[in-house]
């Protein structure tokens, strides 16, 4: 392993006014999504989403670390992965004080980045989409918006379409529940509802605990278009009457399922057909 020479960063000063443009920055775009939405940013914060970030060559704005772990040998390891970029200029070492003033996570290495937020205009198809994809329909948790992204990049489903009332895809708590699977798709965010489904050329097969459609009698061998509910509410009238219900059977009664459990079923069982089908 090579690390940064002790003396690289000598120049760089520690930063410890929560009145530095930057530091503000960072902190906004971690609480407020209406920062990020302002500024088309959002911060990762860890490790693991640093090392996601550089495995899928995204540039960051900005690195802040605190002080104390500056000269950590995991902190080393990815500053000489960054500095492969020629952003050196772009550190910003943090008093420790500071640094636990704006951060979220309660233990792990203390270094996060700003990046810019992918531009996908869903506006701006030439075409109906024809691949698999999963529509998220005003799923409102962050924890269950990363875990079905993290699943379906995972069945190697790459089109997300997100509508208007669904979590931020890339808000540093959607980032941390789908460790860093955004990095690999091609997410559309803030879709209207009713207009979704103008975007699609495939059959669209969406969650329901009112039809005995089950699942295990739907065709999954041809490209479809899986739709996620809102939690409490389900997939909206709007796209509903278009779409296919689809049942997770459930033999002791249950009323429903957590959606990103229902939706990782879903995509699972669509796998297991097209891959082990006897």
């Known amino acids: 392993m090579t690390f940064i020479p002790a003396d690289k960063f000598a120049n760089n000063p520690v930063i410890t006014s929560d009145k530095n443009p930057t530091v503000k920055l960072a902190k906004g775009l971690i609480s407020q999504s209406r920062q990020r939405k302002k500024a088309a940013q959002t911060v990762l914060e860890g490790v693991h989403l640093l090392e996601s970030m550089i495995q899928n060559d995204i540039v960051p704005v900005q690195i802040l670390v605190s002080y104390s772990a500056l000269t950590h040998p995991g902190v080393q390891s990815l500053l000489v992965l960054i500095s492969d970029h020629k ?89 941390r529940a789908g460790m860093g699977a955004q990095f690999g798709l091609t997410i559309y965010e803030g879709v209207a509802a009713d207009e979704v489904l103008a975007y699609l050329k495939v059959p669209v097969l969406a969650t329901s605990s009112h039809t005995d459609n089950i699942i295990y009698q739907q065709n999954l061998n041809r490209p479809v278009a899986w739709v996620m509910g809102h939690e409490g509410q389900g997939v909206c009238d709007t796209i509903m009457q278009s779409a296919t219900p689809v049942a997770l059977p459930q033999p002791n009664g249950q009323e429903s399922l957590n959606v990103a459990i229902a939706g990782s079923l879903c995509l699972y069982e669509t796998l297991r057909q097209r891959n082990y089908a006897q």
């Open 87 to 175: 952003i050196d200029n772009r550190l910003m070492v943090l008093s420790d004080s500071l640094y636990d003033s704006i951060k979220t996570l309660g233990t792990g290495l203390d270094i996060m980045a700003i990046i810019n937020i992918p531009e996908m205009d869903i506006y701006s198809l030439k075409s109906p989409i024809t691949t698999d994809c999963l529509i998220l329909n005003d799923v409102q948790d962050n924890g269950n918006v990363g875990t079905l992204l993290r699943t379906a990049a995972a069945v190697g489903i790459k089109t997300i379409i997100c509508t208007t009332g669904t979590a931020q895809a890339w808000s540093p708590k959607t980032m």
